[in-house]
Nanobody, 115 residues
Framework: QVQLVESGGGLVQTGGSLRLSCAASGSASGISGMGWYRQTPGKQRELVAFIDRIGTTNLADFVKGRFTISRDNAENTVYLQMNNLKPEDTAVYFC?????????WGQGTQVTVSS
């Protein structure tokens, strides 16, 4: 089992920045990919950014140029640096990890961007 704990969400004004962190514990060795998804009420969860163990990243078009994903393999932690935030970025952000074909999720952290 892998446990994921997110932190760093909150309220920010348009144009502001936040940094999300997600620490993996438990059977964290062997985690391959880690990433961030987001969800708003009534909508499906969508991929924001993903990073594999060697640092190859995949970012959704709607965050390219504004968000950056990074990872510390030694600490089993993934980060999402969010800059130039917009009201449409308001959502619950979930950390995701892949390990041996299984998927794990964090509990989610709320990000609210005021206009």
């Amino acid at each position: 089992q892998v446990q994921l704990v997110e932190s760093g969400g909150g309220l920010v004004q348009t144009g502001g920045s936040l940094r999300l962190s997600c620490a993996a514990s438990g059977s964290a060795s062997g985690i391959s990919g880690m990433g961030w998804y987001r969800q708003t009420p009534g909508k499906q969860r969508e991929l924001v950014a993903f990073i594999d163990r060697i640092g190859t990243t995949n970012l959704a078009d709607f965050v390219k140029g504004r968000f950056t994903i990074s990872r510390d393999n030694a600490e089993n932690t993934v980060y999402l640096q969010m800059n130039n935030l917009k009201p449409e970025d308001t959502a619950v952000y979930f950390c995701n990890a892949l390990r041996w074909g299984l998927e794990y999720w964090g509990q989610g952290t709320q990000v609210t961007v005021s206009s």
